[in-house]
């Protein structure tokens, strides 16, 4: 067999510098790749599809506003025979959440051990760097993890977008069956881990969550940010929490919520999948532009 075709334009694989995470404990490791420049540590998190094209030009474009990107391959290298760099299946990363036992993607309380591995990649991250703070980001599938990484010492600013588990099935999506409203606004948290969070946030007020999503989103519930805000709210916490909302014109969502959201109008019309991905690959290039900006400006403040 000849080697894999490349796409055209994907990033060359030598703009990266590469290195393995071994998981202590464990015989699980994660390749894992860093951008060359130096800066802050940024611990960027693949969505379903993995190390696509836009993921790997979206961890360039952080290292053009002056950041060290660090992103792992959380299904392994190879996957399947295909090369991790590069890899961009989405409904065919499903069945790899089901088989790799590490994952639990349907839980309302864990997404499985791939969470205390994240964890570890991120103490790894943070070690390389000297023990500098990290920025966590999270995309759709490991778009809660940063939430759950934040009573790390070394987890400083937790990103959050559009957070997909625990994730609808197949059907759901293809046939608009909605989900409970306990699933809607689940966090993916145990109670315990819970306390954790919001005693590293008490102790520590330099610590903050960010948001990013679309009022519409068809697999990411915008429910997850109201009860994440609630929580924090009940906690005392809610001023460490800040969302960038997209919602059709007209919609009153962000206006209701104005001492936590930051919003605008977006063209896109809701269909089986989208809008979902806000800063990683929005709608359309409008979209894209304003989450960058907003993402851009909130992890400066954010120092």
Known sequence: ???????????????????????????????????????????????????????????????????????????????????????????????????????????????????????????????????????????????????????????????????????????????????SMEKKRALTLTDEQWSRITDALRRHPDKRLIGFHYLEDPIAPIERFDSLHERLGAEGLAGRFKAYVLSPSGAAYAAERGEWVVGSDTIERRRMVTPHSTYLDAGNQADREWFRRQLRAALSSAR
């Open 1 to 179: 067999m000849g080697k894999p075709q490349v796409a055209p334009d994907l990033p060359r694989e030598s703009r990266f510098v590469r290195s393995e995470v071994a998981i202590s404990g464990t015989d699980r490791s994660y390749p894992m790749w860093r951008t060359r420049s130096g800066g802050r540590p940024v611990l960027l998190l693949h969505p379903i599809n993995g190390l696509s094209g836009d993921f790997l030009r979206f961890a360039l474009e952080l290292e053009s506003w002056g950041y060290r990107v660090y992103f792992p391959s959380l299904y392994g290298d190879p996957i399947k025979g295909e090369p991790a760099f590069g890899y961009d299946e989405e409904l065919g990363s499903i069945k790899l959440l089901r088989e790799s036992g590490t994952w639990n993607p349907v839980s309302l309380e864990s997404t499985g051990p791939i969470v205390d591995d994240v964890r570890a990649i991120a103490r790894s991250v943070s070690r390389r760097e000297g023990g500098r703070d990290l920025i966590v980001i999270g995309n759709s599938l490991t778009g809660t993890f940063p939430l759950a990484l934040l009573d790390e010492p070394c987890v400083k600013t937790a990103v959050l977008g559009q957070p997909a588990l625990p994730a609808m099935r197949v059907p759901q999506v293809m046939m608009r069956i909605p989900q």
